[in-house]
């Protein structure tokens, strides 16, 4: 992590089921976004926060889209597990987007990481969560 994104990083708030529905229907952006990340990072049962990540897969807004796209790399990294037949042809449509060319990249490697060469049968070790203020044990 560079200097800029250390400075820019915000710890990512885990939202109980009850939150994350009404701040996916407020129409908001923003409060999209942050509900969408925090269930990809935070919540136990992948195929719900994918869901949740699919259902938003076709917003015009980049901010949102963003959001879909890290969410589905957090749950291949986080549970090693995704419905790749729903979430690689996401992912494949929206890498036509410059703005979010970049990000697709990173979570297609995350997905071959944590889940295909998971599936082959490599010892690959899951990513670990940051706690909810977001630092690192040794930065307490």
């Given at each position: 992590?560079?200097?800029t994104?250390?400075?820019?990083?915000?710890?990512?708030?885990p939202?109980?089921?009850?939150?994350?529905?009404?701040?996916?229907l407020?129409?908001?952006?923003?409060?999209?976004?942050?509900?969408?990340?925090?269930?990809?990072?935070w919540?136990?049962?992948?195929r719900?926060?994918?869901?949740?990540?699919?259902?938003?897969?076709?917003?015009?807004?980049?901010?949102?889209?963003?959001?879909?796209?890290?969410g589905?790399?957090?749950?291949?990294?986080f549970?090693?597990?995704?419905?790749?037949?729903?979430s690689?042809?996401?992912?494949?449509?929206?890498k036509?987007?410059?703005?979010?060319?970049?990000?697709?990249?990173?979570t297609?490697?995350?997905?071959?990481?944590?889940?295909?060469?998971?599936k082959?049968?490599?010892?690959?070790?899951?990513?670990e969560?940051?706690?909810?203020?977001?630092?690192?044990?040794g930065?307490?």
């Open positions: 992590m560079n200097q994104e250390a400075l820019n990083y915000a710890p990512i708030r939202r109980t089921r009850e939150e994350i529905p009404s701040s996916l407020s129409g908001k952006v923003q409060q999209i976004h942050d509900a969408l990340i925090s269930a990809a990072y919540d136990e049962d992948w719900w926060a994918q869901q949740q990540l699919v259902n938003f897969a076709e917003h015009d807004d980049n901010v949102v889209l963003w959001a879909v796209i890290l589905l790399g957090f749950i291949a990294v549970h090693g597990e995704i419905d790749e037949e729903t690689l042809p996401i992912l494949n449509r929206l036509g987007r410059p703005a979010l060319t970049g990000e697709v990249e990173e297609w490697a995350e997905i071959d990481h944590f889940v295909t060469r998971r082959r049968g490599e010892d690959i070790d899951l990513g969560r940051l706690p909810e203020d977001g630092r690192a044990p930065q307490r």
